[in-house]
């Protein structure tokens, strides 16, 4: 009897695991549901580059079933309750979807109302509205102090406010703006970068490009009329323009449910991707906890595992196949070059020396994602 995959989320994990459990079994063995919110698929590793007028935010969206084989069912709902003990999923029309196997990809979600002023008071790039709305605030900044910060940890895509703050130091140079801007670089931990052979690898270059950093600054709240930003520390800064990553938490629906923590990160295994406590549920990307980064190569990467993993199970054989932590991402670095993070649990970073070839990699990528990771041919 034909067992019932269902992956709630259509982001790059969601997507790409269910076009290769579709690929990979019959009908007979299984068939696979999608339930996303939207129906919309977005890149996000791109809305870094709308600001400075390199991509369009409307490139960025294409439509879900575009991207999914034909055999796959769509639902394009948001889901209000899981009952692991039933195997349901509860629609908000209140249509109960029963499963077998169940997938959560239910992504990271900014929340910008946990800090107070934020919303009022600081710029981002980690939607498609507030990118459109940055590019706006760079081409009308003249210069003056330009801070640019990390709110809250954990966030998807680490390496992006390092990536922006190398940019716009060079997006200012072009415009004749750099000698009229002080940039400052906010950290809220003891170095610039979770990962210490990247932290040593960039510090360098924002010392030698004339960024100031401020290491141990949690930010507590924004005063859009003064212009200045806080820490729980204590410390006040002032600003002209504040670019900053808005804290971020699980879905809702995990943490209402009990699935996830208190913040909605879902407690999953780091190896076999099982979701710790309950029977045939599983976690991949940014909703989960696994100590690695949020960002669409780890949820690449833990969906093939997963996909390998579940078809197994429902072969009949035992599943062999484990996530070791494999990250294979790019750090923009400015004037037209770029580094590449290649890493595992046991293998931190080494980046490689910036040049125009892993700056020209990454854009082509950009283009060439909808072609070869959703679908996954690679």
Not at 31 to 54: A, C, K, M, N, S
Not at 277 to 287: F, K, P
Request: proline share 6%; net charge negative.
């Amino acid at each position: 009897m034909s067992e019932h995959i269902v992956i709630v989320g259509g982001g790059v994990g969601g997507t790409l695991l269910a076009n290769v459990l579709s690929k990979d079994l019959t009908s007979d063995q299984a068939r696979v549901t999608v339930i996303d919110e939207t129906g919309q698929h977005l890149y996000q590793p791109g809305w870094l580059y709308v600001p400075f007028g390199e991509e369009k935010a409307s490139s960025l969206r294409k439509k879900e079933r575009s991207l999914l084989r034909k055999e796959i069912e769509l639902i394009v709902e948001r889901v209000v309750d899981i009952d692991p003990v039933k195997k349901t999923v509860t629609l908000a029309g209140k249509k109960e979807i029963p499963y077998d196997h169940l997938v959560l990809g239910t992504g990271a979600r900014i929340t910008p109302e946990t800090v107070p002023g934020f919303a009022e008071g600081a710029y981002h790039f980690y939607s498609s509205d507030a990118s459109i709305k940055l590019k706006a605030q760079l081409e009308s900044f003249n210069g003056g102090r330009l801070v640019v910060g990390v709110a809250d940890i954990p966030y998807k895509c680490p390496p992006a406010p390092l990536e922006f703050v190398f940019k716009v130091e060079d997006y200012l140079k072009k415009r004749g703006l750099r000698d009229k801007t002080e940039i400052l670089y906010l950290s809220p931990i003891n170095r610039v970068f979770t990962i210490e052979s990247v932290s040593d690898f960039a510090t360098p270059m924002l010392e030698e490009r004339g960024i100031k950093h401020e290491v141990f600054f949690n930010t507590e709240e924004v005063d859009p009329a003064a212009k200045t930003v806080t820490s729980l520390e204590g410390d006040t800064i002032d600003y002209d323009l504040l670019v900053m990553v808005p804290p971020h938490r699980g879905a809702k629906l995990l943490s209402d449910t009990g699935i996830g923590d208190k913040q909605g990160w879902i407690p999953t295994d780091r190896h076999t991707l099982a979701v710790k406590g309950l029977e045939n549920i599983y976690g991949i990307g940014d909703a989960t906890d696994i100590p690695v980064s949020k960002s669409g190569s780890a949820a690449h990467f833990e969906a093939k595992v997963l996909a390998e993993r579940l078809a197994a199970t429902i072969k009949g054989i035992d599943p062999a196949t484990v996530y070791d932590g494999h990250v294979l991402c790019f750090l923009e670095t400015g004037y037209g070059q770029a580094s590449q993070l290649v890493f595992d649990f046991e293998n931190p970073p080494v980046p490689p020396k910036p040049s125009a070839f892993y700056h020209y990699e990454k854009l082509m990528f950009n283009k060439v994602y909808w072609y070869i990771v959703p679908r996954g041919i690679v």
